[in-house]
């Protein structure tokens, strides 16, 4: 459970270093002044995604093939295992508790508890929009099936939108079109290059993750400047690559936007959005239609984009190395015949709440044995100490031998390792410090 806990905080860190990364870009001009064109700066938006999802996923990945690998890497930058671990009541969240009608709750779980709730708040609101999604495609009206698209025509919407949310690749058109053939011709070719582009899978990617992480508002800001870049590159390719007449179809989205009535759709990518990130009322439609005046073809883009590929691929690596330096014990003064021992995953001990109301620090030395599999056996308290400061403390007092043992069972070590065969390592102590904090 605290694996997962780290795995899912070390996502939502990395998914705000990327928004970080490419809000500098942005700034500083990397993907304006260089003229990087819209179609680029899709495939890098989609490179940052997926490379911190791969960057969170890689420990696990490389662990499940060469077990013990990070952690020695980790042995390796930090110059040994610190043998002193401190635990600070009121900092860490295992630690905190907060009473409601007699009951006791850690921090970890009352936060716990509100994400699952807001997940499942969220879980309920794209049941609300897939259940709507579908009852606008069930009342539709079958057209025709291209290469497995399923084209259907709707009173019930003003722009065309193109979903896969239920499955099936569909793209819908208003009705109203019907009347005009040359602007019903424009729109099908506009979803069609969505289709080509992938945009309503990777939709469905960004609400799943809106979905799992609600809270962070990195997430959500990623799917606007997503639904911005993607029309944006549509409209590149339909101009350059399918030679659109960029005057009809700046007139085709202007008259879409005067009558477009849509409802709220679920990983659907609208002609023209509902909404942009700009904040400001059909600010993107400008900005759309301003780009079709002085769209041109670079020949250098691909060479452009690998260079800007290389920089926040760079940027984003070095974050990386960052956040799970979070995992990596911080080196301290240990014997020299420790500096091999280093822990893959270390529990908090719970403070004890009679230390807490009577204002007790300490510290206890357990000493254990590492098996063959790098988890704890035969732990027992050596040494002890309990009073109002660390120096003033007096020895073999128990109070925190039971919470020591209790988290220090749970720890989890890098096999040790003896002619390429992993054996167990007896006699390692290890001193859990407790200590008040304000």
Same mark, same amino acid.
């Given at each position: 459970?605290?694996?997962?806990? &780290?795995?899912?905080?070390? #996502?939502?860190?990395?998914?705000?270093?990327? /928004?970080?990364?490419?809000?500098?870009? @942005?700034?500083?001009?990397?993907?304006?002044?260089?003229?990087?064109?819209?179609?680029?700066?899709?495939?890098?938006?989609?490179?940052?995604? !997926?490379? &911190?999802?791969? #960057?969170?996923?890689? %420990?696990?990945? !490389?662990? /499940?093939f060469q077990p013990g690998l990070l952690a020695q890497w980790s042995k390796t930058m930090t110059g040994g295992y610190g043998?002193?671990?401190?635990?600070?009541?009121?900092?860490?969240?295992?630690?905190? #508790? !907060?009473? =409601?009608?007699?009951?006791?709750?850690?921090?970890? $779980?009352? +936060?716990?508890?509100?994400?699952? &709730?807001?997940?499942?708040l969220q879980a309920m609101r794209v049941g609300r929009l897939w259940w709507q999604l579908r009852a606008l495609i069930n009342v539709a009206t079958p057209w025709k099936r291209i290469a497995g698209v399923h084209l259907l025509l709707s009173t019930d919407t003003g722009t065309p939108f193109t979903t896969r949310a239920l499955g099936i690749r569909h793209i819908v058109l208003p009705t109203s079109m019907l009347h005009n053939l040359p602007q019903l011709r424009l729109a099908l070719k506009h979803e069609l290059q969505h289709l080509r582009q992938r945009d309503p899978e990777w939709l469905l990617m960004l609400e799943l993750a809106k979905l799992v992480c609600w809270w962070n508002p990195v997430v959500h800001w990623w799917h606007l400047e997503y639904d911005r870049l993607h029309e944006l590159a549509c409209d590149e390719a339909l101009v350059l690559e399918? @030679?659109?007449d960029s005057r009809n179809y700046g007139n085709c989205l202007l008259d879409v936007a005067e009558t477009a009535t849509v409802p709220m759709l679920l990983a659907a990518?609208?002609?023209? %959005?509902?909404?942009?990130?700009?904040g400001k009322p059909h600010s993107q439609l400008r900005r759309r239609i301003m780009k079709l005046v002085a769209m041109k073809n670079d020949q250098h883009r691909n060479l452009k984009a690998a260079l800007y590929g290389l920089l926040l691929g760079s940027g984003l690596m070095g974050g990386t190395l960052v956040v799970l330096a979070a995992?990596? %014990?911080a080196p301290g003064p240990a014997p020299w015949k420790y500096r091999d021992v280093v822990p893959l995953l270390r529990v908090n001990p719970q403070y004890p709440q009679e230390a807490l109301d009577r204002h007790l620090v300490g510290w206890v030395t357990?000493?254990?044995? !590492?098996? $063959?599999?790098?988890? =704890?056996?035969?732990?027992? =308290?050596?040494?002890? +100490?309990v009073g109002e400061t660390i120096e003033t403390c007096i020895r073999n007092e128990t109070l925190f031998n039971e919470t020591s043992l209790v988290a220090l069972q749970k720890w989890q070590y890098q096999p040790q390792i003896k002619d390429g065969h992993p054996y167990r390592r007896e006699g390692v102590q290890t001193m859990l410090k407790f200590v008040l904090e304000n």
């Open positions: 459970m605290t694996a997962m806990l &780290a795995l899912y905080l070390k #996502l939502n860190l990395l998914l705000a270093l990327t /928004s970080m990364l490419w809000l500098v870009a @942005r700034t500083l001009g990397l993907l304006q002044l260089a003229a990087l064109d819209a179609r680029q700066q899709l495939r890098l938006a989609r490179g940052l995604l !997926i490379g &911190a999802l791969l #960057l969170t996923l890689a %420990p696990l990945l !490389i662990d /499940s043998g002193t671990y401190t635990v600070v009541a009121g900092t860490t969240s295992t630690l905190a #508790l !907060i009473h =409601v009608k007699g009951l006791r709750f850690s921090i970890g $779980e009352l +936060c716990g508890l509100l994400v699952l &709730a807001g997940l499942l399918r @030679r659109v990518s609208t002609m023209v %959005p509902r909404a942009n990130w700009y995992d990596v %014990p357990i000493q254990f044995a !590492i098996t $063959e599999t790098g988890t =704890v056996d035969d732990a027992k =308290v050596v040494a002890s +100490c």
